[in-house]
């Protein structure tokens, strides 16, 4: 249990100190897309931010983009793609259990996302960094999120669709600049500081809410509706413990401020969530060390294609395979990494034998050698009949070998701390309309009240892949944004 | 969403037809121990059931009941126990994120609420039944559940605890029998077809319901509080769809009324829910065929130690190997198994070799042969270094062999129908404090609001085993009824 109170107050006894169309509860990436939108369409806008500065989350991530159906930047890179095999792709990728009608308007509607990104001023290099990780070290705009690795190659034409705003390494930071630039352009005014405390309404209907700024108490109505934009609940251990304990201890992909308020203040009026349990959740294993060696479980064993985006095989691994996890590599794999895509990150054990390995990892006597001589045997003619990593990466393994804790990645190496090599945030939420109207239990919109973003639940079934989420919360961002605006 | 409307109505509004002082609704396990206890206590007690009989899916179930600490039928079979032992092996079965706050109190309530069964009428045998299953097919009143298979072994004393009312296979009905009853004699009067749609509030205090009687709407009164024990939602789809999706397409384990209203209801108010996501999922391997072979996965792999209840390896296997599984065996393992053990199930699938059987499965070829190769070698010197199978169920395994489908299993082949070889049921719901109250988004109690059994979260975290929801419905459903029948 959550414990603050986000119990809704009436508007008969609130006195209202700002007064605007639509308000914006949160200014990340969602936050800016519904902002500017809302602007756009003429509302006058007023976006409410807790921190001393906009972004959020959003723009403390990798700024990944999953992006198309056809965009410039796969067309100059010469991919040919359709919306058909987007959506083949990722309802598989996202899923069991994706949302199909939300996902069918994402990929129906994703060239012009795409395009409408490059009109706020967002830079893609139109280029492609072709081998798997979690994040290019380059600057490149394309790159693959698992399409070309099996299954999902056998499901959708392979083409790559993880677009990057123009930086080395994250490049969040670009994207909240443009968007944020963009909503103020369109005539948003965001008021920071200010944190959203609990809704105001009136007869059924959501008027505005109530906020604090520092030691004062600060209420804003709004006209035509609240957009709740703040963000999921990682950073919120009693709603961790209530809906997504998976989370509980792992590293949280957070900029801090992610405390399930938007989510506790909608629920307290009847609001109804969707899929509290879905996270995201990272195994900080090596890519480029995983793919030219391989990963195996606390049995010395296999258990995906390492090729494959990582993403998709982390919430599993973590999840469910006996852990620890290791990364297993020999000599002629760790050579041919560059230096730069090894995130800082040295091999902890190495030994000339596996017995050797087997032993200093505590792994069963032999388990290893009959993973690696399995592997070999296949590997020796091109193929993987237990996970179908692709032939080219597969290449006999010889010793001296190397195994690598994804405790020691680059999470765990520093940039968010808990060092148990996983991390990640949470997808549940809100339960919305495709225009982002928040459904109460009995399944009818509440008037007056939208969502977006990890406030509420999107396009994720169990599945998740970079550029999703800061992808659909842009995307159904933009429309609740304009519904609001829109409302009479 | 779930579309039929559940909003709360005010009590200015309702004319009341009927009046008490705790009204309970739901007449399965949890409900028939609420109204025990209220009327106990000396509260007028109306039930509303919406079915025709009471019972619920407590009288289909198989009546099992968790339950230790030293307990006379622990002592007659020759067993020391003890609640902390009992905490251990609960907190790790039920684990990972168990509820602890009441896990504490229900082993420590453990052995006075067996006395409070016996003292209700229900009898139990004092025998043991000794071997990995579902259920004993003897009326043996005890049973091991996993407790003295690895890793439990190692965490806590190794002490069976499955109850089982005294009856051949299902025992749920004879415990529903004897819990009616004790109510009824309490003096709690029942309402049959007979079912609640709404709460009925005055100024943030539940006072009653409005029910519907076939075509008649019908209002209730409770002065002192409402207990809800209306059971889960594994059968309402769009529930499981917005929370517990992995459920979708099994086999359900209910007797069709778990519809989720309970939670609904208490939901539109602002009540705060915990641990949708959870579910009980069983793999309907035939435990007697599983722990005397192996079962491996679509690769042809081992990955549980197979004389563990089968409970406790069912939910990782459902959700997170790559199926379909397998139940391998040889004819010597076969053989010894009694008739009434395999419960009317063939193996569709022999072979004198494991190549041929690898090709009658579509299994990688070599996939089984290697599994089987290092299963034997181990076996032989009654080691089992992967999964630490208890030397009594190890002995190398030799053609000629079978393969049974779980779908095949006895789910499949009738009781339930999906053919999925899979089923199960939810476990998240309301969050309620040690007494049943029913807690707010804010953390606080609802006035007169009270719930209990799968309507509310109980002691489970991701994992379940059998009687642990009888257990716990039963153990804090008396908890809330004495606590609605002291509500001022």
Chains 1, 2 share one sequence.
Not at 268 to 282: D, F, H, N, Q
Not at 405 to 413: K, L, T, V
């Amino acid at each position: 249990m959550a414990t603050s109170s986000v119990e809704p107050v009436g508007a008969s006894e609130t006195a209202f100190d700002h007064e605007c169309d639509v308000l914006v509860v949160g200014a990340g990436a969602a936050g800016a897309a519904a902002a500017y939108e809302s602007a756009a369409a003429g509302a006058d806008v007023l976006v409410l931010e807790r921190s001393s500065g906009p972004g959020g989350t959003s723009a403390q991530s990798g700024g990944e983009l999953y992006l198309g159906g056809g965009t410039r930047v796969q067309k100059a890179c010469g991919f040919d793609d359709s919306p058909d095999d987007m959506y083949a792709f990722l309802l598989a990728a996202l899923g069991p259990h994706a949302d199909a009608e939300k996902l069918r308007l994402y990929c129906d509607g994703s060239v012009e996302h795409f395009e409408w990104f490059r009109a706020r001023g967002v830079p893609f290099k139109e280029s492609l960094f072709d081998a798997p990780g979690w994040m290019p070290y380059t600057d490149d705009g394309l790159m693959w999120l698992g399409e070309n690795a099996w299954p999902y190659n056998t499901i959708a034409r392979p083409v790559p669709r993880g677009h990057r705003p123009e930086a080395p390494m994250f490049a969040g930071g670009i994207l909240m600049e443009k968007l944020i630039a963009a909503a103020a352009e369109a005539g948003a005014v965001t008021h920071e500081d200010t944190y959203a405390t609990n809704l105001v309404v009136d007869g059924g209907r959501v008027v505005g809410v109530v906020a604090r700024r520092f030691a004062e108490t600060v209420a804003y109505r709004a006209r035509k509706g609240v957009v709740l934009t703040a963000g999921g609940f990682v950073d919120n251990e009693e709603m961790l413990a209530d809906h997504a304990p998976v989370l509980l201890g792992h590293d949280k992909i957070s900029d801090g401020t992610s405390d399930g308020s938007g989510i506790r203040m909608a629920s307290a009026l009847g609001a109804a969530t969707r899929r509290m349990g879905s996270v995201e959740i990272a195994l900080t294993a090596n890519p480029a060390v995983v793919c030219r060696g391989m990963l195996v479980d606390g049995l010395g064993r296999r258990f995906i294609n390492e090729d494959v985006y990582p993403g998709l095989y982390s919430h599993r691994a973590v999840q469910h395979q006996p852990g620890p996890y290791w990364a297993i590599i020999d000599e002629t794999g760790h050579d041919e990494i560059a230096e730069a895509d090894m995130w800082g990150v040295r091999p902890k054990h190495a030994a000339e034998t596996l017995a050797e390995l087997e032993e200093s990892l505590g792994l069963p006597p032999g388990s290893l050698e009959a993973t690696v001589e399995t592997y070999n045997r296949f590997a020796e003619r091109g193929e993987d009949p237990y996970f179908h990593k692709d032939p080219r990466w597969l290449r006999p393994l010889k010793g001296p070998f190397a195994a690598i804790d994804p405790a020691d990645g680059f999470f765990g190496a520093g940039r968010h701390g808990a060092g148990t090599g996983a991390g990640g945030f949470t997808l549940g939420g809100l339960d919305t309309t495709v225009d982002g109207e928040v459904r109460d239990v009995s399944g009818r919109p509440i008037p007056g009240l939208y969502a977006a973003g990890r406030t509420a639940a999107g396009i994720h079934g169990e599945g998740y892949i970079s550029g999703t989420s800061l992808g659909d919360g842009t995307f159904f961002g933009r429309r609740a944004g304009r519904a609001a605006a829109q409302n009479p």
